[in-house]
């Protein structure tokens, strides 16, 4: 290691001196015995092969250029989504997510308590009013965990290991169930059904049985369809000694009934689409939600906060809720191990939801579904196109350019030489559905950009 002494400028405590007061102050001489466990064999002996570090200046010019090859969809008109979506995002979302005190943060859990314990608390009453739950967790990573952590909870409470998973699911996020459930709980597909897009019934009777802890569907699914049959689903998760658990896009409940109203034991989703940038597909959160009993409430391994008494009679504070429960106090005992989590985009939820209200909710779900209407209609008059499900849809749906001959790729291509990003290309993943892509309409798109893409599709075909 070079003993070379110098104060690096992005590394606090760097300086030499302040190296040797820490040293001296957990009894060393030379910051090498810290590693004094690692066997020497495993150290490497010889200079790191490290290219002659660039200017400050140097840096930034070929971080930009290398930013500046993205095709963004700033300056191109986007439909894609499957998960993560372009709404419009108020000001002042960006404003107070931005205040150091929320924003320097490590990996998104923000320590310097200016409030954080009440924005949070607030955040998860506002999510809890939207979905119709009492409880509701600081923020899992994304939607995908959230859905994992909360088949877990079920498994749990149930004392079983089967999970019954919708197969009209995003695969990625099946990639995740499984792997986060795994070796211990076993995951089984239920089948959709080929007119409607949604949960068959008859699959599903056919795979309950007295080993499955849990029922998971989508509404809307993956695959943009309304899940309409969801009370009966939940009466036949439940008839088994089952658990329901419902994911759900929180944006559509301005304008749609909440899981919890047909029979959810738990409901998770993901709060991109409340007040955060899409960045890069990078923007997730995940949240989950219950009722308040203890049963559920000490099987969330995620931090909760509650308004508590303080040592002064009369005189309340927000803080944590049941911390015995989680992995910080149970360490490797824990149920999950969790670690730091997206307490950012929560308080960004906390304070889009705030902003838009019940009937700013309602007014943008009613938009979204105007617009997507409208798109589908439109798509659907051009030869040879067609919408793939005869059922009704939020935002999202699926397009069938079988019949025109060329394939999504194809097509995709086409477009994005317009300036235009189309519908996710579902044909890999779903091969029974032809050349099919998912188109994502929402609040931002107008009526001149979804003609232009209409336009487009029509040109290229």
């Not at 499957?82 to 979302?93: K, L, N, R, S």
């Not at 923020?139 to 909360?150: E, G, K, M, R, V």
């Not at 008839?239 to 329901?244: D, E, N």
Request: glycine share 8%.
């Amino acid at each position: 290691m070079s003993q070379k002494r110098f104060a690096h400028p992005y590394i606090p405590n760097s300086a030499p001196e302040v190296k040797e007061q820490m040293l001296r102050e957990i009894g060393l001489t030379d910051i090498e015995e810290i590693y004094a466990d690692i066997p020497a064999e495993l150290r490497l002996k010889e200079a790191m092969n490290i290219p002659e570090a660039m200017t400050e200046y140097e840096l930034e010019r070929h971080v930009t250029k290398l930013m500046n090859k993205n095709i963004t969809t700033k300056e191109n008109i986007s439909f894609l989504g499957a998960g993560c979506w372009p709404h419009f995002i108020p000001a002042v979302c960006d404003e107070v997510n931005s205040r150091a005190e929320f924003l320097t943060a490590y990996a998104g859990e923000p320590y310097e308590d200016h409030g954080r314990f009440q924005a949070l608390f607030e955040y998860q009453s506002l999510v809890a009013e939207l979905v119709d739950m009492d409880v509701v967790n600081v923020p899992t990573f994304d939607w995908a965990q959230a859905a994992s952590t909360s088949l877990r909870m079920a498994a749990r409470i149930t004392q079983r290991t089967e999970l019954l998973v919708a197969r009209n699911i995003n695969p990625d996020k099946l990639l995740i169930i499984k792997n986060y459930t795994s070796p211990d709980l076993k995951v089984t597909l239920v089948d959709y059904q080929d007119e409607t897009g949604a949960l068959c019934l008859d699959d599903l009777k056919a795979a309950l049985n007295d080993n499955v802890a849990a029922v998971y569907f989508e509404n809307p699914t993956f695959l943009g369809t309304l899940e309409t049959n969801g009370q009966e689903i939940a009466d036949l998760a439940h008839a088994a000694g089952a658990l329901c658990v419902v994911g759900v896009d929180p944006i559509s409940l301005g304008v749609l009934e909440s899981p919890a109203n047909y029979g959810a034991d738990i409901v998770c989703g993901d709060l991109q689409p409340l007040g955060v940038h899409m960045h890069y597909g990078g923007g997730q959160s995940g949240f989950i939600a219950t009722h308040d009993d203890p049963t559920f409430v000490m099987e969330y391994p995620s931090r909760l906060f509650g308004i508590a008494p303080t040592e002064v009679e009369g005189e309340y504070g927000f803080g944590d809720v049941a911390y015995d429960r989680t992995s910080f106090a149970k360490r490797e005992k824990g149920k999950e191990s969790v670690g730091t989590q997206t307490a950012l985009w929560g308080i960004t939820a906390g304070v889009y939801l705030a902003t838009m209200g019940p009937y700013g909710m309602q007014e943008v779900g009613q938009g979204i579904m105007q617009r997507s209407q409208y798109a589908a209609k439109k798509l659907a008059e051009l030869p040879g196109v067609g919408v793939k499900f005869n059922a009704p849809f939020f935002k999202e749906f699926v397009v069938d350019f079988t019949q025109t001959g060329k394939t999504v790729k194809e097509i995709n291509d086409a477009l994005l030489a317009n300036g235009i990003f189309g519908g996710v290309d579902l044909s890999a993943h779903y091969p029974e559905l032809g050349q099919t892509a998912l188109y994502c309409v929402t609040e931002v798109h107008s009526k001149d950009e979804i003609d232009t893409l209409v336009a487009a599709v029509k040109s290229v075909l």
